[in-house]
């Protein structure tokens, strides 16, 4: 919906509406995010607390400060893999069927062993 289609159902929302949270009921109502909620009820002539933007705002940028350093975590966490398309059955995965299952050159064919396998766990069967 449209910001002036919106501001105009709005109108005749506002004095419909009985909750108290005035803001988030628009949000939800219009599908809209709580920062446009307050400009455009703003907009329409309702109050709304400088208080409470400023808290919705740093809410916004402390979420986005958390993801960024979560993205970070798990780019710290992924390792450099010297082998990142092969498996123990398969020396180097072409891709997938369609049900998941690889496909592509398997080390028996190549007559070697995966090279993280070493002599002791073949001695010990697995």
């Given at each position: 919906m449209?910001?002036?289609?919106r501001?105009?159902s709005?109108?005749?929302w506002?004095?419909?509406?009985?909750?108290k949270?005035?803001v988030?009921?628009?949000?939800k109502w219009y599908?809209?995010d709580?920062?446009c909620?307050i400009?455009?009820l703003?907009?329409l002539g309702?109050h709304?607390?400088?208080?409470y933007?400023?808290?919705?705002?740093?809410?916004?940028e402390?979420?986005?400060?958390?993801?960024?350093?979560?993205?970070l975590?798990r780019?710290?966490?992924?390792?450099?893999?010297p082998?990142p398309d092969?498996?123990?059955t398969y020396a180097y995965?072409?891709?997938?069927?369609?049900?998941?299952f690889p496909y592509?050159?398997t080390?028996?064919?190549?007559?070697?062993e995966p090279?993280?396998?070493?002599d002791?766990?073949?001695?010990?069967g697995?």
């Open positions: 449209k910001r002036e289609a501001l105009r709005a109108k005749k506002i004095p419909q509406y009985e909750g949270k005035i988030r009921g628009y949000a599908d809209v709580l920062l909620a400009i455009e703003r907009m309702v709304v607390d400088q208080i933007e400023a808290n919705v705002r740093r809410s916004i402390t979420k986005t400060k958390q993801r960024k350093q979560r993205r975590a780019k710290e966490v992924e390792y450099d893999d082998y092969s498996d123990e995965i072409a891709g997938y069927t369609s049900w998941g592509g050159v080390w028996e064919e190549i007559g070697e090279p993280w396998i070493n002791e766990d073949l001695e010990q697995g």
